[in-house]
């Protein structure tokens, strides 16, 4: 019997690696497998998660039903998927749990993987007073994004230092042939807020590395943007990481 020792332990060790390496892709938002059909509809989900009425060319009025009296946003912006539910999709338990954007409204991580018919009949209830707003095509993109896009930020980015510890090197790469077309090499050709108080790429991924991790994967709404969902999570990673090494202004 002695013997057979190293074989269990072989057996085990590999047993755990297996589980280990299935729990990263089953984390990652793992596209590879997908079809194109498929992958299409959670890449048009998540720009809507982000900003559907201008995806859509939607006009909502006044602040959202659902919106607590005690958040400090109001208007158009409360009916931002993002807005209730945030970037890291955990609402009040991830970096919504305090702040301007706090709502005190769940996440919506806990529906990933759920069939994506169960998340569709989520977002026709009265809760969400989406009404005739949002066709049944981008229903289907939403339930699909929020099934099968999401990823547990959290395995990513520190919440409490926001650093993210990818490969700085092979992020400067991708960014090089992609991001630095538009942003430019130091992130600087674009700025998002005002001459006088700049916000660059370098700024916002240290900010709001989670929205910057979303934006990365499906791109800014109605935008030149290209989404790099299609790469590996550790490839996007590498990316955000690489985003926080740039000038912050
Ligand atoms: C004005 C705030 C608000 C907005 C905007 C909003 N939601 Fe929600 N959402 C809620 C509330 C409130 C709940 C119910 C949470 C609870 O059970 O208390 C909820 C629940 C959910 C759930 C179920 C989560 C769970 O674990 O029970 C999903 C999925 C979801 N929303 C997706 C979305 C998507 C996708 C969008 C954008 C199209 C969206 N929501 C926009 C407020 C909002
Ligand atoms: C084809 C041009 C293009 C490419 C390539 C591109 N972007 Fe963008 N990006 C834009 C435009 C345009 C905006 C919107 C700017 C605005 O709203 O002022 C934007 C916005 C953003 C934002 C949102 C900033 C905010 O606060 O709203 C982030 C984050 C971002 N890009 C990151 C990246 C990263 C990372 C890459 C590379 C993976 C990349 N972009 C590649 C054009 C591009």
């Not at 005190?104 to 009265?126: D, S």
């Not at 538009?182 to 929205?211: Q, R, S, V």
């Amino acid at each position: 019997m002695k013997n057979l020792k190293p074989y269990w332990i072989t057996v085990i060790l590999l047993s755990a690696s297996l589980v280990f390496a299935y729990g990263l892709t089953a984390d990652a938002g793992n596209t590879m497998n997908m079809s194109v059909k498929d992958y299409e509809k959670i890449s048009y989900g998540g720009l809507l998660y982000d900003k559907w009425y201008s995806m859509l060319g939607a006009d909502p009025q006044g602040t959202h039903p659902s919106y607590p009296a005690a958040g400090q946003s109001k208007g158009g912006s409360t009916w931002r998927c993002k807005e209730c539910h945030g970037w890291d999709y955990k609402g009040k338990d991830g970096a919504y749990a305090s702040g301007s954007h706090f709502s005190g409204i769940k996440g919506i991580i806990e529906y990933a993987g759920k069939k994506p018919e169960v998340v569709h009949a989520v977002l026709k209830n009265e809760t969400h007073a989406f009404g005739s707003m949002i066709p049944g095509d981008a229903m289907e993109a939403l339930s699909m994004f929020v099934a099968y896009g999401q990823i547990n930020m959290a395995n990513y980015i520190d919440s409490s230092t926001k650093k993210v510890s990818g490969n700085i090197q092979n992020g400067a790469k991708i960014y090089t042939s992609t991001c630095a077309k538009c942003h430019g090499k130091d992130g600087k050709m674009l700025n998002f807020k005002t001459a006088e108080k700049p916000e660059y790429l370098g700024t916002i991924a240290n900010k709001n590395p989670w929205e910057t991790m979303h934006k990365l994967r499906y791109g800014q709404p109605k935008s030149q943007m290209v989404s790099m969902l299609f790469l590996d999570i550790h490839d996007q990673v590498d990316i955000l990481s690489y985003c926080q090494t740039l000038p912050v202004k």
